[in-house]
């Protein structure tokens, strides 16, 4: 009579020892994986900026290393060499000037030399804002120190921030050239690290599915760095290199402007515009110098228009709308990363959503149309 009773006893004391066990492998995964992130996050930004730059540039590395008779490694440090010497240098000019700009300000600031022009009665008019811009403005041009000296913890603050602002700037360039150079190793293994993405894939979704994630995925990353932020960055450094021929004030802060709407796409002309009006009112330049200096501003502010629709979107599997809204929210709710990363996720979600519509099981064939009547 009680052999059941030691039977399930039995039973329930198995199952019992391979729930603790499965508890026991979960916590120890689990624990392995924090400690790994805890380890590895130091180096987050820098190794998925590296893989970044890596898909980007891994067609013309393989054009290369052809040349090269497949010498990979030779191709990579070429490749890198010339991409960081040819962003590299206008960079340096741009931010040099930037530099440059702000000391002569902080310089003419504390000798009491800097003389800001009057505002115009037209400023008043603003709607909102205008009034009290046109206030601050009126008493910045009688009395600029003054002025300095009543909002003095406003000023502290502001040039705190400007500070913080360079030197994010300066840990940013760091960052993007030391990401050049783990890409240029990534893509000296490129093979096997594509071998690997793609297993990780397939042993997820399938080997179908997988395949179409890795190309999609691929072209993703490819289709927002050359469509979004390649052509914001291509467009920023033209803008700003005709800034500092026609020897613009403050180029380098404005062509980081021009870099910043250029990401959250937003038209150039709000930035070369007033440029063009400083050009014609101020009366340091002739009138064959400032129409020539307002058309390479209009044709630099329009490249944006002229290289999106042939970089974004192109060889992916997706509408360009779903590729420009996840770069767009990424960008807000992760930063730069967070661009590459929102696409890629949108992008693989529509994919699936797609492929489960597709897919459905009540799903009946369309009967075929009738032929015409003779």
Known sequence: MNAPYELDSQLEERLSRKLLDVFIRAGIVFGLALL???????????????????VTLYPAHQKLAQRLWGKQGLAATLLVLVVVVAIGVPTAILMTSLGESLQN?????????????????????????GKRIHDVWAEASADLPALLRSRHEQVADLARRALQAVASIAGAMLLLLFSFIVAGIIMAWGRASANGIRAIFVRMVGFERGEEFVVL????IRAVALGVLGVALIQAIVVGLVFIVADVPFAGLLSLLV?????????????TLPVIVYIWTSGDYGNTQAITYSVLLLLAGSLDNVLKPLLLGRGVNAPMPVILLGAL?????????????????????????????????????????????E
């Open 105 to 129: 300000t902080v310089d003419s600031v504390r000798a009491g030399t800097l003389k800001i022009p009057a505002p115009s009665p037209n400023v008043a008019e603003w709607p909102l804002i």
């Open 217 to 220: 995925c691929t072209a993703t």
């Open 36 to 54: 790994s992130y805890r380890i590895f996050s130091p180096f987050l930004s820098l190794m998925a900026w590296s893989v970044i730059l890596a």
């Open 259 to 271: 870099l910043v709407l250029g990401i959250v796409q937003v038209p150039a002309i709000l930035a």
């Open 329 to 373: 929210g990424g960008l807000a709710s992760a930063g730069l990363v967070g661009m590459f990363v929102g696409a890629v996720f949108l992008a693989l979600s529509y994919q699936a959503f797609m492929w489960w519509v597709a897919n459905s099981p009540d799903a009946v064939a369309a009967p075929a149309p009738a032929p015409p009547p």
